[in-house]
């Protein structure tokens, strides 16, 4: 067994997932809720495997480094965050319902690295500009905010269904949307999920011009990639801004949440793809 | 790991389908209020639970110092702060897809004349410097600086503020509260009750308000702060630009192995800078991995003042060589068609470097010997092996291959000598002053503690009044936080359990 195969199982059983918490959301079978978790978990602890497996090979192969310098690696690490936060979340509130909207982001994330041309999953040696300690910490970081920040997405998204079906004052606890969690629940934990990648996006940014004046001598040079990190950053300053100090809530936020998202996705893939600058590593 | 388990914390609000119905709080300005039954408690914290969303409506309004003078109005509005926000994020765009820093006639063939000739005036090909940009930033920061100017002094009233103070009045109306009795009389209570608060980290202070006793405890009273802390922390990063901006500079170097300088070019304007002193490098070398990428970039690099060494650092990418407040990076190098030659003549010990061009010969001085490079084998810029050519004074000369990087030792009539060659390299450097970058770096770390601190610390109060009567002695216990109402009531009904049971407790444990 070797890495890439677990991470191939990996993509595999979150495309289950999703499929599983898809049909307990359409179909009101709560008693496949635990199936799902089961299998988001094992899925989970595969991909650990996998991620451990594949620092494990890069070190026999002789080039040693943790497995987070690439593309590749990157969504795996990405879709790994996503899916560790949902799991805390669930198991926090005790609801299912919200792997519905958050399981396939994972599962999207490792399709994407699996299957996307373009994307290099060979183990490859660090240029010398990577080989800097400030790198993992910058993308472990920056990482663990995209994902916060997709959870966030994925829940104004939930918020947006339900919000649209309860104004239909159809609803009642036996329809679909009776089994989501009330609109105040789903609005607080997207502004928690916000709250708390907007931590850890700050901190991606700062050991990131950290990491550039280690390596260039210019902590901050408005390279693309930069100024996109900001940019997003100032759209989440912004909705937290409206939230604490005009009092936007509910809709307008559950917005925000899945605008920031885009801004985050361009952030990460649209600026390697469209625009050029510093971190063009990521295009390999 | 702290902070994921922070962020838990915050999730506290359990999810239940069933909103529960709104009952009217227990509070009534006719205090004493009614003995609440534990389970009428938990009901409490359940409303109080759902009441709590969303979090500005709880916000209090405070003292604000602006009210009347309309710049200060206007530079201490929010809605100017979104607004400016929205605006760097839009503009930012334009130098993400509009390529910086090339030359006028660049731009003038990739986007014609006309275009080309509105992106000079507004600065486009140099936006983030524009006078737009900046004006954007420097509003920013004058926003930042009044609006904290209006709000900070009321903020640190509520920091510093005389909490035994209250109007008694006040707290039978707090969301979070509870009245029970006890038959200890009030000095064992104030003792026992008092000393459990304390062994929960709730030391308190009291005071006598008439027949009332008042005891006082709170937590976080600074992390009100925590939100300044944070405006702060973009103005100090912006002061830390400011002064590299001002004070420092960027420069760059591409210095051939062996050569020495004192003075650098400035990035941009080409203008000599003098170090103050000498930097020399003697070697440069580029390591491959087995698939051919580059493993590393090394020069080493010696610095002397006034021809005595005082400083030398192997650099490599990612670990410069900081001397005298001037940073060099490893940034580039370039390969020459020369050689650089060493020969040690094994018995005398002597040692003797030279450069020398393709295909011609040289005298060392030192050994007497002469030396030529007569072939190569180069793949692009970058030289594998040569073959030197090497004669002294005893017999025909020495002919033979040397990979490059490599040393081999020929033995001539009893004579050994070690020749090494490589392939003359320059090192690229980048050199930087930067003193503006701690103050940076404080800023961030400030930025930091202070997101942390609004985020997740919050400023919790809980206020115990006793009061003696006939037989009895009535117990109010009642809390307020500003932020997670969720995990301070779960603290606040542990804590009410604790007193309670203490307070039932007839003295059996009180002190
Ligand atoms: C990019 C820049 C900015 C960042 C990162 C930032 C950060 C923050 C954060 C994290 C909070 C949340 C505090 C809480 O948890 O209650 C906050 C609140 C606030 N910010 Fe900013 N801020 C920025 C710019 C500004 C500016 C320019 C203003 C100027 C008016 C401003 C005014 C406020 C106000 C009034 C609050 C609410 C304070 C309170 O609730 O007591 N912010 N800011």
Known sequence: ?284 | MLLLLRWLKLFSIPISKHRTPRVLLVSSLNWPAPTIEPHTLKQIVRISETLILPTTTQRSHKARMFTKNPFFKFFSSVKLALSTLCLLSLTSIIGTVIPQKESSSWYIENYGEFTASIFQILSVPDMYNSWWFLGLLGVLSLNLVICSIDRFPGVWKQIKADNLAIDLKRLPKMSLQKTWSSNLNIEDLRKGLSTIMTSKGWTTEERQHGDNLLLFSQKGALSRAGVYVVHTSILVIFLGAIIGEIFGFKASLMLPETHQTNIVYETGTGTPIELGFTLRCDRFDIEFYDNGMPKAYRSDLVVTENGIKTDEKSIVVNDPLKYNGLTFYQSSYQGYQDFLLTVTDQESKVVETVILPFQEQTTLSKHNVQLGIINAQSIGQTTSKMKVWFKDDSGSASVFWLDAGDQTTIERNGRKYTIAGKQLYATGLQIAKDPGVWVVYVGCGLMILGLYVAFFMSHRRIWLLLRETDKETTILLCGSTNKNKTGFTSQFTSLCTELEAKSKNHGKNSV
Not at chain 1, 95 to 119: C, D, E, K, N
Not at chain 1, 136 to 148: D, E, P, Q, R, S
Not at chain 1, 150 to 166: D, F, Q, W
Not at chain 1, 248 to 259: K, N, Y
């Open chain 1, 1 to 284: 067994m070797n890495s890439s195969q677990l991470l191939g199982i990996t993509t595999f059983s979150y495309l289950f997932a999703s499929i599983l918490y898809a049909i307990i959301f359409i179909f009101k079978a709560k008693k496949l809720g635990i199936v799902a978790t089961f299998f988001t978990i094992t899925a989970f602890l595969i991909q650990t495997a996998g991620l451990f497996l594949r620092w494990k090979e890069s070190y026999e192969i002789g080039y040693g480094h943790a497995p987070l310098t690439n593309m590749y690696e990157s969504v795996v690490f990405f879709a790994w965050v996503i899916t560790l936060l949902y799991l805390l979340v669930e198991w926090k509130f005790k609801t299912r319902i919200i792997g519905t909207f958050t399981v396939p982001f994972a599962f999207l994330a490792m399709a994407y690295g699996s299957f996307a041309t373009g994307i290099n999953k060979e183990i490859s040696p660090l240029v010398p500009a990577l080989q800097s300690n400030w790198l993992l910490a910058h993308v472990i970081t920056c990482f663990i905010g995209y994902a916060a920040f997709a959870l966030a997405a994925g829940l104004g998204v939930m918020y947006l269904i339900k919000n649209t079906s309860t104004s239909k004052a159809t609803t009642n606890d036996e329809t679909i949307i009776g089994t989501l969690p009330a609109l105040q629940v789903i609005d607080d934990i997207i502004h928690k999920s916000m709250v708390f990648g907007f931590l850890w996006l700050s901190v991606g940014i700062i050991t990131g011009a950290i990491w550039a004046d280690s390596a260039w001598g210019t902590y901050w040079s408005w390279d693309p990639k930069e100024t996109w990190s900001l940019i997003t950053w100032f759209i989440y300053a912004i909705t937290l801004h409206a939230r604490y100090t005009r009092g936007w809530g509910g809709v307008r936020i559950a917005w925000l949440a899945i605008f920031g998202f885009f801004a985050v996705l361009f952030t990460y893939y649209g600026v390697n793809f469209l625009l050029s600058g510093l971190h063009s590593y990521g295009s390999s």
